[in-house]
């Protein structure tokens, strides 16, 4: 059973930097991507970054030079590095991974159980 581990999250005041990190563990047999979603208080869960294999990083709008995210293949773990956190950056951050896992071929969808960004003004 896959499992998708996060830690980093806390608070900060803005201006500063938080790293995040996630963990995948159980059987896995291939990543197809590995990224980050959030949810803001009273908001949707958006996209903020994501890397697929072979493919370049894709950012939100809000997050692009300000934070970066990168891979550890060999640790199926993601991490992002987030710099000049505002007040609008507050909210859950969930990992969120496409593998494949029990079966080669065939690929799913696994989310993290969320860790907390609090950025203060």
């Known amino acids: 059973q896959v499992k998708l581990v996060e830690s980093g999250g806390g608070l900060v005041q803005a201006g500063g930097s938080l790293r995040l990190s996630c963990a995948a563990s159980?059987?896995?047999?291939?990543?197809?991507?590995m990224g980050w979603y959030r949810r803001a208080p009273g908001k949707q869960r958006e996209l903020v970054a994501i890397v697929t294999s072979g493919g370049s990083p894709n950012y939100a709008d809000s997050v692009k030079g300000r934070f970066t995210i990168s891979r550890d293949n060999a640790k199926i773990t993601v991490f992002l590095q987030m710099n000049s956190l505002k007040p609008e950056d507050t909210g859950v951050y969930y990992c969120?991974?496409?593998?494949?896992?029990?079966?080669?071929?065939?690929?799913?969808?696994?989310w993290g159980q969320g860790t907390q960004v609090t950025v203060s003004s």
């Open positions: 159980g059987s896995i047999f291939r990543i197809n991507a």
């Open positions: 969120y991974a496409v593998l494949s896992s029990g079966t080669y071929y065939s690929f799913d969808n696994y």
